[in-house]
């Protein structure tokens, strides 16, 4: 675990285009190799990743803990990560769920578990030095977003709970990055706004790829799907509660079919305009606090 090639970890975070960006590189693999950099795709790389976290996380038995002792440090999913690192040149890995699931935003703390997450892998990193990308989007379109996904997967959360949990949120952007930086203290960061992604996305997808002749993926033929409507989240949440967590998939599915969006309006966003204010200039001023903060790129227009 000698190699000193950097490791480029775009982080997501959830809904800000990051299938988008996934599906390009993965599309760009082989051009990206021949470049000189390594990017494993979400299929390559998501199985090892998830089995490292939830070992690390689980309380295990003595015998699992001797097994892993008697096998060295990167026995198991550990291991299996550390193996996506043995090309000798700079890795990318793009994944968003190493810092969390939707579901974990919308308690009123955005990825609360981020750091717990991230120390299960830093391990496995070796020596590389470590450039963390990430996308950060304003409050209330983010957790309207991963409330909407959240019931995609089976979470079941009434509006009005989700509203008075995050009244007054207790935790945003700068906890995420304060938790990135205790995990990884010597990390870089570059970070960017999602509001910023369509005047910045080839320039991202060029330096995340390292060439500069990168091809764009078809946005119609990847796995992209539109945020479900207003009419199709107050249903999922009304009908949902007399379901079981595997039915409410399938249920959700049903109803974002039904009710799909009329136009990019259409989308579930229940604050007030005061409310709305609020949570955009609180965002404003984090962002303007992160920019500030050392080792930290912050990407804008005409700027990348």
Not at 186 to 208: H, M, N, Q, S, T
Request: net charge neutral; charged share 25%.
């Amino acid at each position: 675990m000698n190699n000193h090639e950097p490791l480029i970890l775009h982080l997501g975070v959830h809904k800000s285009a990051t299938t988008f960006i996934q599906h390009t590189l993965a599309h760009n693999q082989g051009a990206i190799y021949s470049g000189g950099r390594a990017y494993w795709t979400l299929e390559q790389c998501r199985p090892q990743i998830a089995q490292a976290i939830a070992e690390q996380s689980r309380q295990a038995s003595l015998l699992e803990r001797l097994r892993k002792f008697r096998r060295g440090p990167f026995y198991g999913g550990a291991g299996k990560v550390a193996s996506l690192l043995e090309p000798q040149m700079p890795v990318v890995l793009s994944e968003e769920n190493i810092i969390g699931n939707p579901a974990d935003c919308i308690g009123g703390e955005i990825y609360p578990h981020a750091s717990r997450r991230l120390d299960a892998l830093a391990p496995a990193f070796g020596q590389r030095p470590v450039e963390v990308w990430l996308c950060l989007r304003n409050y209330p379109d983010f957790l309207s977003s991963v409330f909407a996904e959240s019931l995609r997967h089976g979470s079941h959360m009434e509006i009005g709970e989700f509203l008075e949990a995050n009244a007054e949120p207790q935790g945003g952007w700068i906890e995420l990055v304060a938790s990135i930086r205790h995990s990884l203290p010597r990390c870089r960061l570059v970070i960017w706004r999602y509001e910023d992604f369509a005047g910045l996305g080839r320039d991202i997808l060029k330096g995340l790829a390292g060439i500069e002749d990168i091809a764009l993926a078809d946005p119609q033929g990847g796995p992209t799907r539109p945020s479900a409507s207003d009419r199709a989240v107050r249903e999922i949440c009304k009908q949902g509660a007399s379901f079981s967590r595997v039915e409410r998939v399938l249920l959700a599915a049903a109803l974002e079919q039904r009710y799909p969006p009329q136009s990019k309006a259409d989308k579930f966003s229940p604050w007030s305009d005061a409310q709305r204010r609020a949570m955009h200039e609180a965002y404003e001023a984090d962002l303007d606090e992160i920019a500030e903060m050392q080792s930290v790129m912050m990407l804008r227009p005409g700027k990348a």
